[in-house]
């Protein structure tokens, strides 16, 4: 049998977190995380680390040497050449990282959570994509919620990315995320049966 490897992906602020936990806790199943390997890609520094200060000097750092996400993430999405030239430079680390821990896990099923799953050209890695997706009303309020962000700072995020209908248009699956949270577990569940 060979194994199923499962891209799950969305918009930001979709639900993306909320359903890798629930595969996790209830049913065990290796999670392989892009948003962990980006940022092990600029951990102080790394190659990539140095690139990012060389590029943007040291107030994008924080005291400790880390990099402040909240101006690196000014910079970068309200400027596509920037955000081009960022994701350039990790995209090619994560998918290496992917590579190489996905070879050694022995599971049937492994689940690779990639936000850029369709902009990172990443679809080869996967057997099928789940996208997440809920109301863009619900996806602004989350994420204003979760990252404490203004509701323009929050659109500037969503435009970012590919669109959310683009995504769902080359899934697999998709979970709707717009109603409870027992509703998208019982969706995954049913999925999983497939």
């Given amino acids: ?7 799950l992906t969305g918009g930001i602020g979709t639900g993306k977190s909320a359903v890798s936990r629930y595969l996790a806790d209830k049913y065990q199943l290796p999670i392989l995380d892009a948003d962990i390997y980006a940022k092990e890609a600029v951990t102080p520094n790394s190659p990539i ?15 400790d040497g880390s990099l402040n996400r909240k101006v690196l993430g000014e910079i970068i999405f309200n400027n596509p050449t920037e955000k081009s030239w960022l994701e350039g430079k990790i995209h090619p680390y994560v998918r290496e990282r992917f590579l190489s821990e996905g070879q050694q ?14 902009e990172a050209q990443m679809t080869d890695l996967v057997t099928e994509i789940w996208v997440v997706s809920c109301s863009d009303k619900q996806q602004l309020e989350r994420l204003i919620e979760r990252d404490r962000l203004t ?3 929050a659109r500037a995020r969503i435009q970012s990315q590919l669109l959310l209908s683009t995504k769902i248009a080359g899934a697999d699956l998709i979970l709707d995320n717009s109603s409870t949270l027992e509703h998208l577990q019982f969706q995954i569940d049913t999925a999983l049966k497939l």
């Fill in 151 to 153: 509701p323009e700072q």
């Fill in 1 to 7: 049998m060979s194994k199923r490897l499962i891209g």
């Fill in 105 to 118: 896990l022995k599971a049937d099923t492994v689940v690779l959570v990639i936000p850029l799953l369709f």
């Fill in 49 to 63: 680390w140095r690139q990012i200060v060389n590029r943007y000097g040291t107030t994008i750092q924080l005291p």
